[in-house]
């Protein structure tokens, strides 16, 4: 079963223009990730947020979290061609320190337009 | 840099066949896992090993098999390969958490396996 859900599954916009995607999660969570896979490749660390983090910055990147409506958003700013790819976020449910297992969303596709 | 290698990008076999799809890394990271990634139903965990010749099943194990006896390698068997594992397959590892280390996994390239 998906623990996350991203919102849209789809986005196009313009290069220069932000973008934004969601992402919702059922149960309680340890930390929040979010990963980011070119076409046909395997999937490359972003970000990673704690459950008591509310907002977390890379770069270009803005990633918030909210615990009690048990959702995160991913911020792009300035948005670059380079930037086209689909976004998962990850959640880690049962904490242990050893064999901690992630659940993926089923993934934002973004354009970037040039 | 961490790198994790997977034996092949592309393969085809045939129904029948046992397939044998192999991933290392270099970081001496414990954690092992094998995903499966189809169009619309996203990446799910097949099986994965938090040391050598340890393993747990994931959501869903059944037509597979894995292996670990070296720390760096991690390998997943399909003991007789059907159509409906016709699939992109990604190897991933992660170090236990720690103070020093977050639970962030590092893919392979993935392998596009065809079964005809």
């Known amino acids: 079963s998906q623990q996350g859900e991203e919102d849209p599954q789809a986005l196009s916009i313009q290069e220069g223009e932000n973008a934004t995607m969601n992402c919702s999660y059922k149960?309680?969570?340890?930390?929040l990730q979010w990963y980011r896979q070119n076409s046909g490749r395997g999937l490359v660390h972003l970000i990673l947020i704690r459950s008591n983090e509310r907002e977390k910055h890379s770069g270009r990147l803005r990633v918030t979290l909210d615990t009690s409506k048990k959702s995160s958003s991913l911020l792009i700013t300035a948005s670059r061609a380079a930037d086209t790819a689909s976004y998962f976020c990850a959640t880690v449910a049962i904490f242990k320190a050893a064999g901690n297992k992630l659940t993926f969303g089923g993934g934002t596709r973004v354009l970037v337009k040039p | 840099d961490v790198k994790v290698t997977q034996s092949s990008r592309y393969l085809v076999k045939r129904t029948g066949e046992k397939v044998f799809l192999e991933c290392v890394q270099d970081?001496?990271?414990?954690?092992m896992f094998w995903y499966r990634q189809d169009p619309g139903l996203g990446l799910r965990l097949i099986y994965f090993s938090y040391d050598v010749k340890m393993k747990e099943k994931g959501d869903i194990p059944e037509g597979y098999s894995v292996s670990r006896e070296k720390k760096e390698r991690f390998s997943l068997i399909l003991e007789s390969a059907s159509t409906n594992q016709t699939s992109m397959y990604l190897c991933?590892?992660?170090?236990?958490?720690?103070?020093?280390?977050?639970?962030?996994?590092?893919f392979g390239p993935g392998t596009r396996l065809t079964v005809l």
């Open positions: 991933a590892s992660s170090f236990f958490y720690s103070p020093r280390h977050n639970n962030e996994q590092f």
């Open positions: 149960t309680s969570i340890n930390n």
């Open positions: 970081m001496d990271h414990e954690n």
